[in-house]
């Protein structure tokens, strides 16, 4: 069955770069329609998406966020980093990596996420 | 691309239906039906619920279901169930990926 996972450091400190990494099995970043995104939760808040990277090196940004965030692929490895810049305490949250994916004839979304990893910012 | 608007929170008995609103623009939710919802238990990542506005994947109960009107899309859920207390969550996946503020479900 498809999985993600996210991988990385549970606790950053103020202005340090944040290095995420999402490893997914049973399908490929190189399929047409495939995609996988960022997405994050502060505590007790919503959820925030921050980036998404598809199969022919489309990426997309949050508007908010665009200036800090930079998103890779490694298909070979199936797995997709996120670069996080300058990190503050409010960026502190359970960060989410999800395939989002599209067919022929559908567009299905976010359809399947990993279980989340949760990284503090703190000094 | 501006979040997209829930309620806070919305409750119902056991068996009844609710229905949460996702108000959108004619940018997102007025033109294309690529409006997706997710439920989230507490401690837990979202799980898919809807997409395209109004399917189903396969294995999610045919209590949920989704509509759209105008700029507002919707999520009912009828024949409430303790277990569908959770937070619920619109995004709107046209270019880029918004999210709605989420709804809290409480079945009382």
């Known amino acids: 069955q498809i999985t993600l996972k996210e991988s990385g450091p549970t606790l950053v400190k103020p202005t340090q770069t944040l290095t995420l990494t999402c490893s997914f099995s049973h399908f490929s970043l190189t399929t047409n329609g495939m995609g996988v995104g960022w997405i994050r939760q502060p505590p007790g808040k919503a959820l925030e998406w921050l980036a998404l990277?598809?199969?022919?090196?489309?990426?997309r940004y949050s508007p908010s966020l665009r200036s800090r965030l930079t998103i890779t692929k490694d298909t070979s490895k199936n797995q997709v980093v996120l670069r996080m810049t300058n990190m503050d305490p409010v960026d502190t949250a359970t960060f989410y990596c999800?395939?989002?994916?599209?067919?022929?004839?559908?567009?299905?979304?976010?359809?399947?996420w990993g279980q989340g990893t949760t990284v503090t910012v703190s000094s | 691309q501006s979040a997209l608007t829930q309620p806070a929170s919305v409750s119902g008995s056991p068996g009844q239906s609710i229905t949460i609103s996702c108000t959108g623009t004619?940018?997102?939710?007025?033109?294309?039906?690529?409006v997706s919802w997710y439920q989230q238990h507490p401690g837990k990542a979202p799980k898919l619920i809807i997409y395209e506005g109004s399917r189903r994947p396969a294995g999610v109960s045919d209590r949920f279901s989704g509509s759209k009107s105008g700029n507002t899309a919707s999520l009912t859920i009828s024949g409430l169930q303790t277990e569908d207390e959770a937070d619920y969550y619109c995004c709107s996946y046209v270019h880029n990926v918004v999210f709605g503020g989420g709804t809290k479900l409480t079945v009382l």
């Open positions: 004619s940018s997102d939710v007025g033109t294309y039906n690529l």
């Open positions: 999800a395939r989002i994916y599209s067919s022929s004839s559908s567009q299905y979304g976010l359809d399947f």
């Open positions: 990277i598809y199969w022919d090196e489309d990426k």
